[in-house]
């Protein structure tokens, strides 16, 4: 009997000394503090290359194909139709989309993955950075937030890690990198790479550099985000963001029509048609 008490006592100092020794292996002082609210750092409108204007007016080096393409969604758009944009049927606005932070931005640092927690349209994150290869079938089944892979790497030669960097592939369709409709190449083999570090003279201000490789641009383009961290002395408050609750968009035959504040269907635009009720029974007044 006192064996096996004996036994059963070293097995559980065993278990407890493994714990402690896995605790001591993960070292979150080697990581950037980045815990947390972060919010947009800027104001005028969600777009790629926050130093620009929306739209048009940020200059994105389309290929002529691309610019027609682009062309016709801004016509569309002022005909009061909604373009190709996915985020009205609360579709994910997918990478690099989802660095805009439309809702806080939550980030959680662990050996094998860094989280990014969005709640707007489940803009989640999981970026791997436990040494792996892209999978094999990465194209089978696209994610619009993609498939990130990062490293971890000491910049400054501290003995500190202060930079993450990140390379997403595996993109969904459809996309836009904004709400004019942006459009990405059809063949959804968008390349996107990042650079995510702390400000070196103001902690609660965090960049991305983002980089983006697609076949519809003409070169690689660059844009800097940069995000600031909610100062408050308060438990955070991380508020629930439902898309399809109250959401007025109803898509017939891929067309635009709203819900009336009492309910009832409704064009969205100055002499739509009605959807095809073929399938309703048509009343006489």
Not at 195 to 211: H, R, S, V
Request: glycine residues 8%; aromatic residues 10%.
């Amino acid at each position: 009997m006192l064996d096996r008490i004996a036994f059963v006592a070293f097995s559980l100092a065993a278990a407890l000394g493994a714990t402690v020794t896995a605790a001591q292996a993960w070292d979150d002082t080697k990581y950037p503090d980045l815990k947390g609210q972060w919010v947009r750092g800027y104001q005028g409108g969600s777009r790629f290359d926050p130093s620009k204007g929306i739209g048009p007016r940020q200059e994105a080096p389309l290929t002529p194909e691309y610019q027609a393409i682009y062309k016709v969604q801004l016509e569309e758009q002022a005909k009061g139709k909604q373009g190709i944009d996915p985020t009205i049927r609360c579709i994910s606005p997918g990478m690099p989309r989802i660095m805009h932070v439309y809702s806080p931005m939550q980030i959680v640092v662990t050996p094998e993955m860094t989280h990014i927690l969005i709640e707007h349209i489940h803009d989640n994150r999981r970026i791997y950075t436990d040494g792996r290869d892209w999978p094999a079938d990465m194209y089978d089944d696209p994610q619009f937030a993609g498939y990130s892979i990062g490293k971890w790497v000491d910049e400054d030669g501290d003995g500190r890690y202060d930079t993450l960097l990140v390379e997403t592939r595996g993109l969904k369709n459809p996309r836009t990198y904004d709400a004019t409709g942006l459009p990405f190449h059809e063949d959804g083999r968008t390349v996107i790479k990042e650079k995510i570090y702390l400000d070196k003279k103001d902690p609660n201000t965090l960049y991305d550099e983002m980089t983006v490789f697609d076949d519809a641009l003409t070169r690689p383009w660059t844009a800097l985000k940069y995000y600031h961290r909610v100062a408050t002395k308060e438990p955070i408050w991380w508020r629930e963001d439902i898309c399809a609750e109250n959401n007025v968009h109803v898509m017939i035959e891929n067309e635009d029509f709203f819900l009336s504040a009492d309910g009832h269907l409704m064009p969205a635009r100055k002499g739509q048609a009605p959807p095809d009720l073929r399938y309703f029974k048509q009343t006489a007044e």
